[in-house]
C-alpha cells in the first residue's frame, strides 16, 4: 500500500508545433482544476503549492526527443526531469506513474522538444499545499 498526500486534481495540457526553443512560461503547461460540475478554471499556482504529477499522455507528428520537466527556467537541469524521450513519427506514449513526481515547489510542468514539430500531451495528478 502507498501513501501519497492528496491535493486538488488537476490536468495540464500542452500543445505546439515548434516547443524546441520557447521561454519559460511559453513551456508550461496549462493546468486545470474542476470547480463544480460544470466550470474547469486554470491554474495559476502560488509560491507554497506543489504540482504532483501521476499520469502523462503525449502524441508526437514527427520523430523528436521529448523532455517533460520541472524547475524555474526553460531548461531542463539535473534532477528536474519527469520524461525523457526519443519518439518515432505519428508515435506517443501513456504512463501511469507508479512513483508520482513531485514538481519543485511553486513550478510548473513544462515541455521541450528536440524537432520543431506538433505535439500534444496532457498531463494529471493533483495540487498540495506545503
Not at 496549462?30 to 478554471?41: L, W
Not at 504529477?53 to 520541472?70: K, Q, R, S
Request: glycine share 8%.
Amino acid at each position: 500500500m502507498t501513501s501519497i498526500a492528496q491535493g486538488q486534481p488537476f490536468h495540464g495540457e500542452f500543445t505546439s508545433t515548434d516547443a524546441t526553443e520557447l521561454s519559460e512560461t511559453g513551456q508550461r503547461f496549462t493546468m486545470y482544476r474542476s470547480q463544480g460540475a460544470t466550470v474547469k478554471t486554470a491554474v495559476t499556482l502560488a509560491a507554497n503549492e506543489q504540482v504532483v504529477i501521476t499520469d502523462i499522455f503525449l502524441h508526437c507528428e514527427l520523430a523528436m526527443t521529448v523532455w517533460v520537466f520541472d524547475g524555474a527556467n526553460n531548461t531542463p537541469n539535473n534532477g528536474e526531469s519527469i520524461l525523457r524521450s526519443s519518439f518515432a513519427i505519428n508515435s506517443g506514449c501513456g504512463f501511469q506513474l507508479n512513483v508520482p513526481h513531485y514538481c519543485l515547489q511553486g513550478t510548473y510542468p513544462k515541455l521541450k522538444t528536440s524537432t520543431a514539430a506538433k505535439i500534444d500531451a496532457i498531463i494529471r495528478g493533483f495540487i498540495v499545499k506545503n
